[in-house]
C-alpha cells in the first residue's frame, strides 16, 4: 500500500493565481482531511470529508475549496492566492472503529509571492 | 478555545535521558489518544496510541501514561537518542462520534548527543 500520497511536493503561485493539490488513499478509508501547518504551530483542519460526495468546513476554510467524487480522491482547491496561504498542506485519512488514528501525506510546501 | 492542552511547547535533554510530555484534555467523551512524531519536512506519523481503559502502554522506549480521572495523558521516551529529535503532537479523539482529533499544539524535542 501506498498510503496517503499527495502532490505536488513543492509549488511557488504568483498572488492570485489558482492551483489544486491533490490528495489520494489506497487504504479505503472514509474519512480524509486537510490541514494547514505554519512553522512552529501545530495542525490547522481546513476541510474535510466523512465519505465520497460528503465534505464540511474545518477551522481555516476561507479560501479554499473541496470536493470528494471517490473515497480514494481528495483535492484541495485554492482559488484567488494569498500570501497567507504560505504554509506546509497536509491530507490525511481514517479509518473509523477501534483505531481511528489517522495517516498523513508528506506535505506539500506551498509558496505565494 | 483549545480543547487539548500540550505541554511544554519545547524540550531539550541530553542523551541517554528521559523526556516526558503531557497533555490535558476537557471533553470526557475523548476516548482514544494517539501521538504522532513529525520529523522536519515530513508528515507526523503515528507513535504509539492508547484508550483510557489501561493506564499505561508501552512500545520500546516510548510510554503513554493515561489518569483518567486528572483528565491528562503523557508520552515518556525512555533512553532517548538524538535520532528521537522531531516534533510530537498528542491527539484525542471521539470515536463513534465525530471521529474528528483535536490535536495539541506540538513539542519541539531536541536530544544532545
Known amino acids: 500500500n501506498a498510503g496517503v500520497t499527495q502532490t505536488p511536493k513543492f509549488r511557488i503561485l504568483k498572488i492570485g493565481q489558482s492551483m489544486t493539490l491533490q490528495c489520494t488513499q489506497d487504504m479505503n478509508h472514509n474519512y480524509m482531511y486537510w490541514y494547514r501547518q505554519d512553522p512552529g504551530m501545530g495542525l490547522k483542519l481546513i476541510y474535510y470529508s466523512v465519505g465520497a460526495g460528503i465534505t464540511d468546513k474545518g477551522e481555516v476554510p476561507n479560501g479554499y475549496n473541496v470536493s470528494r467524487s471517490t473515497t480514494e480522491d481528495f483535492p484541495l482547491r485554492l482559488e484567488l492566492a494569498a500570501p497567507s496561504q504560505t504554509s506546509v498542506y497536509f491530507c490525511?485519512?481514517?479509518?473509523?472503529?477501534?483505531?481511528?488514528?489517522?495517516?498523513f501525506g508528506p506535505g506539500t510546501r506551498l509558496t505565494v509571492l | 478555545q483549545q480543547q487539548v492542552k500540550q505541554s511544554p511547547q519545547s524540550l531539550i535533554v541530553q542523551k541517554g535521558g528521559i523526556s516526558i510530555i503531557n497533555c490535558a484534555y476537557e471533553?470526557?467523551?475523548?476516548?482514544?489518544f494517539p501521538w504522532y512524531q513529525q520529523f522536519p519536512g515530513k508528515g507526523p506519523a503515528l507513535l504509539i496510541a492508547?484508550?483510557?481503559?489501561?493506564s499505561e502502554k508501552k512500545e520500546g522506549r516510548f510510554t503513554i501514561s493515561f489518569n483518567k480521572s486528572a483528565k491528562q495523558f503523557s508520552l515518556h521516551i525512555m533512553d532517548s537518542q538524538p535520532g528521537d529529535s522531531a516534533t510530537y503532537f498528542c491527539a484525542a479523539i471521539t470515536s463513534g462520534g465525530s471521529y474528528i482529533p483535536t490535536f495539541g499544539r506540538g513539542t519541539s524535542l531536541i536530544v544532545h548527543p
Open positions: 471533553n470526557t467523551a475523548f476516548d482514544y
Open positions: 492508547i484508550r483510557p481503559d489501561v
Open positions: 490525511a485519512s481514517s479509518d473509523t472503529g477501534w483505531a481511528p488514528e489517522q495517516f
